[in-house]
Nanobody
Framework: QVQLVESGGGLVQAGGSLRLSCAAS????????MGWYRQAPGKERDVVAA???????YYANSVKGRFTISRDNGKNTVYLQMNSLKPEDTAVYYC???????????????WGQGTQVTVSS
């Protein structure tokens, strides 16, 4: 049974930083592309960043230069370092996994339960 468990969310002031973690189990982590999505109230869930099994990365334009996705295959964990946070970054952040990098952007197979990030102005 595949499980993705996010942690690290919370309340932070604008300009601050948070690091989200997603611990994966039940899959061969190193073979999977991993992604971070977010969903703000009343909005669709959108991809924020993704990393392939070989380490290639993708970032949404809205977070380029501020967020960094990384993975530690030894710990079966993917991270999202978020710097220079803005109130518009407030959302529930979800971890996702799929064997195909091209699919992790759209309809990944596995999802975590989400963690709330709130950025106050």
């Amino acid at each position: 049974q595949v499980q993705l468990v996010e942690s690290g969310g919370g309340l932070v002031q604008a300009g601050g930083s948070l690091r989200l973690s997603c611990a994966a189990s039940g899959l061969t982590f190193g073979s999977y592309a991993m992604g971070w999505y977010r969903q703000a109230p009343g909005k669709e869930r959108d991809v924020v960043a993704a990393v392939s099994s070989s380490g290639s990365t993708y970032y949404a334009n809205s977070v380029k230069g501020r967020f960094t996705i990384s993975r530690d295959n030894g710990k079966n964990t993917v991270y999202l370092q978020m710097n220079s946070l803005k109130p518009e970054d407030t959302a529930v952040y979800y971890c996702a996994a799929d064997k195909r990098f091209s699919v992790v952007f759209t309809t990944p197979l596995y999802w975590g339960q989400g963690t709330q990030v709130t950025v106050s102005s």
